[in-house]
């Protein structure tokens, strides 16, 4: 096949490649000719060397052998390195960011030989060039060089060497060039050498370029990154994805130049390749390796998907039926104003663009006002920095549907306590609605939200409950308080909401950052972009606030405590309203009220 036009300048400056045979048999006999011309005439194994010294294709795909642990039937364990398109490509561009000082990336599907592309290329170098240096890092020492162990990066680079003639290899003596972690080059002074990626590794000394295997699954990934770029000019970062919480998802998003390792490129891999009604591509060997495998699996190991690998929490096929079913765009968008002083006479003011922090699902009435309902209000608090947004659910208790959602990240928590005090009696409103709130009550910013509520005095809220109990015991502590084990009870609890379809979220945005939740290596659950960001005030990404906004929503509305639905209206001063009152007045404790500790 032909080389991409973006490569064929760099093919051009490579003379000999053209004249290798490319399938298995006659390649084969190309290599038996040439070792033989090499053995009768020194004049023609000069030339052979010199070929393969300006042609790194001709030197892989006439001199280089692979070795495959796993081989088909009738199949040899030892093959002859026959480069595919897309490892053409990557030779070149490999070796053209080592000539000129840049970075690479491969975000590759698994099992297709990025690994002894890079590490031919740095043999290919060592052996031809003077005096350079190359480090290979995976993330431990064994996987860099265990003897015997043909996945380690240095047992690649001993076969590779110990395969080839050995007047193609001068430079190269087992038993002064090879030590632990180190091939040098007697001839050339050139050196590979190999390290673990821990945090100190890889930043000093000076190197002609440097080799990562799998940096997804790199813990110091961040550190790494910034103390080796002054080391070289040339990083090649390869790995499958890992979810979102590593370097390498991060550099995936950079600008650096990226090669492509996906499977439809290879060959056998495509065979009989077709696209599905969303345009994903399959084929047969697709499809039988995805019988073979967990969805987590196919996303991180097939499809290159950052979102669906990691362990995520939300399956994805889930995520993207739900939104096909439910999801829609909001019937109207704006903002909510009141008076500031006494919190009453809200009202909802539509923008003409479509644009502002509120999101309505529901038809206003002629008054402006929200059906009359039981409705469940849920709040996650930011500190309203412009890093994460502070947002509120809304959701009918008789339909089980959320009706609408706020956001904004530049609200403080004092003023979101007063906002979202206003929205709840403008949900209570004249038809005599209900509006029934809770908020996750950590740290600072939830905090400053608690004690701004206790002063406003509203009395509908969720009160701390022992989940562990067979009573549920409520405490006098309002809000909602998160652990780790009260956070993965939440969002599984919504979790079954979604996949049970017991609660409709008409939000496409909401439902969207649900891919982002992951399982954690200690087994919390948390949003891979908020563990991923470096710089905490890194304004609107989103970090899953509004999951847990809604989360908080469902399990309330859940909740056998709340009444089924809204009370009729009791006129006030009335006869029956004043009886209400002198009855409420008799009571030592009623659910919602009197709890409140001022």
């Known amino acids: ?51 393969c010294k300006d042609d790194p294709l001709f030197y892989i795909n006439a001199m280089c052998w692979l070795n495959e642990p796993r081989p088909l039937p009738g199949k040899s364990k030892i093959n002859p390195f026959i480069t595919y398109e897309y490892q053409d490509e990557a030779v070149l561009e490999i070796n053209n960011a080592i000539e000129n000082g840049y970075d690479l990336l491969a975000c590759k599907t698994r099992d297709m030989g990025i690994t002894w592309t890079v590490l031919t290329v740095y043999q290919w170098r060592w052996n031809f060039k003077e005096l350079e240096s190359f480090k290979v890092m995976s993330i431990s020492k064994d996987e860099v060089d265990l003897e015997g162990d043909q996945d380690s990066l240095f047992y690649k680079l001993d076969f590779l060497i110990k395969t080839q003639p050995r007047w193609m290899t001068p430079g190269f003596d087992p038993q002064r060039s090879r030590a632990n972690m180190i091939i040098r080059n007697l001839v050339t002074g050139s050196a590979i050498v190999g390290d673990a990626t821990t945090e100190d590794a890889g930043s000093g000394g000076r190197k002609t370029s440097m080799f990562f295997d799998e940096f997804s699954k790199v813990q110091k990934g961040a550190t790494i990154n910034t103390a080796t770029a002054d080391v070289t000019r040339c990083r090649i970062f390869v790995s499958t994805p890992k979810g979102t919480n590593n370097e390498f998802y991060k550099l995936f998003l950079s600008p650096i130049k990226k090669l492509d390792f996906h499977w439809p490129r290879h060959p056998d891999k495509a065979k009989g390749l ?64 009141f008076d500031a002083d006494t919190l009453d006479d809200a009202e909802f003011i539509p923008d003409e663009n479509g644009r502002g922090p509120f999101k309505l699902w529901a038809a206003l009435s002629p008054l402006g006002t929200l059906p009359p309902d039981i409705y469940v209000v849920g709040c996650d608090v930011a500190a309203g920095t412009g890093a994460t947004p502070s947002t509120m ?206």
């Open 393 to 598: 659910s809304i959701s009918s208790r008789t339909r089980r549907e959320k009706v609408a959602e706020y956001s904004n990240s530049k609200i403080s928590p004092d003023k979101f306590a007063e906002l979202v005090v206003a929205t709840c009696k403008w949900l209570k409103n004249i038809h005599g609605g209900t509006a029934f709130l809770i908020w996750e009550a950590n740290g600072s910013a939830g905090g400053t939200f608690t004690s701004r509520m206790i002063d406003l005095g509203y009395k509908h809220v969720y009160f701390r409950t022992n989940e562990k109990t067979h009573t549920k015991k409520q405490s006098d502590t309002p809000g909602w308080y998160t652990t780790p084990a009260s956070k993965a009870a939440l969002l599984g609890e919504y979790r079954r909401a979604l996949n049970e379809k017991l609660f409709v979220n008409r939000s496409m945005s909401a439902i969207e950052e649900c891919r982002a939740f992951i399982w954690s290596p200690d087994g919390s659950i948390d949003h891979s972009g908020a563990m991923a960001s470096a710089d905490p005030s890194s304004a609107r990404e989103n970090h899953g606030d509004m999951v847990i906004a809604d989360a908080l929503g469902w399990w309330l509305l859940k909740s056998e405590t709340l009444p089924d639905a809204a009370k009729p209206e009791v006129p006030r001063e009335s006869v029956a309203w004043r009886r209400i009152k002198y009855l409420e007045g008799q009571k030592k404790k009623t659910y919602w009220t009197d709890r409140w500790k001022r």
């Open 274 to 337: 077709w696209f599905d009604a969303d345009g994903k591509p399959r084929s047969p060997w697709y499809d039988q390796e995805c019988a073979r495998r967990t969805p987590e699996q196919v996303a991180q190991e097939l499809d290159r998907c950052f979102l669906g690998s990691g362990s995520v929490f939300f399956q994805p096929a889930m995520i993207s039926e739900y939104q096909g079913a439910f999801c829609m765009n909001p019937a109207k968008v704006g903002n909510l104003e």
């Open 1 to 51: 096949m032909a080389i991409a036009a973006e490569y064929q300048k760099l093919a051009d400056a490579l003379p000999y490649y053209k004249y290798v045979p490319k399938t298995l048999h006659e390649n084969l006999a190309f290599r038996e000719r040439l070792i033989l011309e090499a053995r009768n005439s020194a004049d023609d194994r000069r030339r052979i060397i010199r070929a």
